[in-house]
């Protein structure tokens, strides 16, 4: 204490003030910070990483909105928290937050831990890159380079281009543009001004994202055309060709079709060899939207769900999904490898990308995105990946998919639960008929009953936090439950509890 007080005497003796301020020293307090960090990390693996496999643990700890307001304090003050009101809102963060990594969160299309895409995580938040440049980001422009490389080699590419970026709506919006540049240069410099009417082409059963990406490029909602899909969640081919002409006819301008690799719901692979005939027959980009299927081509197996993706001009790509790389971990693949991307993209910020600097400027990748500050996300595929391997992930694929199966001829032989459909990926879709409506006759009074069931179990479950488990009403369809399996950390135990957890949360209903 003696020494810190002398410390101030001497540091106040010799202060340089500027407005008042003493710049002498650092602000920081180095010492308190680095205390905070190291409890606030034991927390997080005592709370956090050493419970993400306990089953006996809550999946949600629900309290209604009003409600957590008040237990977790979110007013910000003149002063600052003290440090045991920092690490307890800490706990209180993790308690009242719904935990993705519990082996029955199946809410989402993406669950679980991977652990050492969490190193990977805790490694780019505390060295804060920005990647743009190889001055201000070496390592981790090289390691985007080589995942890129290796995702592309998947796809079937001889060469290729792309970059990761936030979220698969983001990688398809990225898609549309690039396309409608290919299709027309000229906007770039022109704008929308003068340009025919577009038309996009897209499955009834593709990503919302579509829909917001066309409306966000000026192209227009209205200059979509969605394509019929079959009984599976499919396009259909004949479908796709028919719109087309459509368009033709109107005297419009088509330029892209989106198909869907792993649709939302359904879990439904478009037929992309038959859609690629279509698209190269009448001059159109094909994009492929992979955001949740593609991790699929890393099985040997099961890579046939994708087949022909080889084709397409461009693909989305979310090892955040499948493969548990981690929030966020998507990536745009481009097919070609001229600079299309940085021609479409490029600003030439002459404050940033310098042309004589030096070192290789090539490596300078930030101009082909739509964003400045960027975060390394392809690290934590990429460390997860040199851990693993190839066959580590594939491993990965295949139990889900295999977990899958086994919950689908385990809902076949209860009564009570209903498939939609024989699923093809990991999307298993179906409902749990209450005893009550068992002997009920087929009609819309019997659809209307059923449709109010899903969310009064989806809420006990909630309330109870055993579980997390989507539903929603689809095509015409009431509502129905869609489970998905991510996680490595599932069993068929958990696959067990979840079917008979439905039938004690329904049992008076």
């Known amino acids: 204490v003696g020494i810190c007080k002398q410390d101030m005497l001497q540091k106040k003796k010799n202060a340089v003030l500027v407005d008042g301020v003493i710049l002498n020293g650092p602000i920081t307090d180095s ?81 679980g831990i991977d652990y050492y895409s969490l190193v990977a ?127 033709r006819k109107e005297g419009s301008a088509p330029f892209l079709v989106c198909a869907t690799a792993g649709t939302t719901v359904l879990g439904a692979f478009d037929p992309l060899d038959k859609i690629a005939d279509i698209c190269e027959k009448h001059g159109l980009w094909l994009h492929v939207d992979a955001s949740w299927g593609g991790s699929a081509l890393i099985s040997r197996k099961h890579c046939r769900l994708l087949h022909g993706i080889h084709r397409a001009d461009s693909v989305a790509w979310n090892p955040h999904k499948m493969l548990l790389a981690g929030v966020q971990c998507c990536a745009l693949l481009v097919k070609d490898n001229s600079g299309l991307l940085k021609k479409c993209y490029s600003a030439k910020a002459a404050y940033l990308f310098q042309q004589d600097k030096f070192y290789d400027v090539s490596y300078d990748t930030g101009d082909k995105s739509i964003q400045c500050s960027r975060r390394p996300d392809a690290f934590k595929f990429w460390l997860m990946w040199k851990a693993l391997g190839t066959t580590g992930l594939e491993e990965r694929v295949n139990r889900a998919l295999a977990l899958a199966r086994y919950l689908v001829e385990e809902i076949k032989k209860r009564e009570g639960f209903q498939l939609l459909l024989e699923p093809e990926y990991a999307n298993i879709c179906f409902w749990y008929i209450p005893p009550s409506l068992r002997k009920m006759e087929d009609g819309p009074e019997f659809w209307q009953k059923l449709h109010e069931v899903a969310p009064i179990i989806k809420e006990r479950m909630m309330k109870k936090g055993s579980m997390m488990l989507g539903y929603q009403p689809h095509q015409g369809k009431v509502n129905f439950f869609r489970q998905v399996v991510i996680s490595p950390h599932v069993s068929r135990e958990d696959m067990d509890f979840l079917l008979d957890e439905i039938e004690l949360l329904a049992k008076d209903l």
């Open 31 to 111: 010492k308190a910070g680095e205390k905070f960090v190291e409890e606030a990390c034991k927390i997080i693996m005592e709370e956090v990483i050493q419970k993400a496999d306990d089953v006996t643990g809550k999946v949600c700890e629900w309290r209604a909105p009003e409600t957590l307001k008040q237990i977790l304090d979110l007013e910000m003050r003149d002063t600052g928290e003290s440090h045991q009101k920092l690490l307890q809102l800490c706990q209180d963060v993790i308690q009242y937050s719904v935990k993705t990594s519990h082996p029955r969160f199946f809410n989402q299309l993406y669950a």
């Open 121 to 247: 995580r805790f490694l780019t938040e505390a060295l804060n890159p920005s990647v743009y440049t190889y001055e201000v980001s070496p390592v981790f422009l090289l390691v985007e380079e080589a995942v890129i490389k290796k995702m592309i080699e998947f796809i079937g590419w001889e060469e290729g281009d792309g970059i990761f970026n936030p979220g698969g709506s983001v990688s398809n919006m990225y898609a549309m543009n690039l396309a409608r540049y290919k299709f027309c240069p000229e906007i770039k410099e022109k704008g929308l001004s003068g340009l025919p009417r577009l038309i996009l082409f897209t499955s009834e059963e593709s990503h919302y994202s579509m829909k917001k990406a066309a409306s966000f490029l000026g192209i227009g909602t209205e200059n979509v055309y969605f394509i019929k899909t079959d009984e599976r969640g499919k396009m259909i081919p004949e479908e796709l060709e028919k719109q087309v002409q459509r368009a």
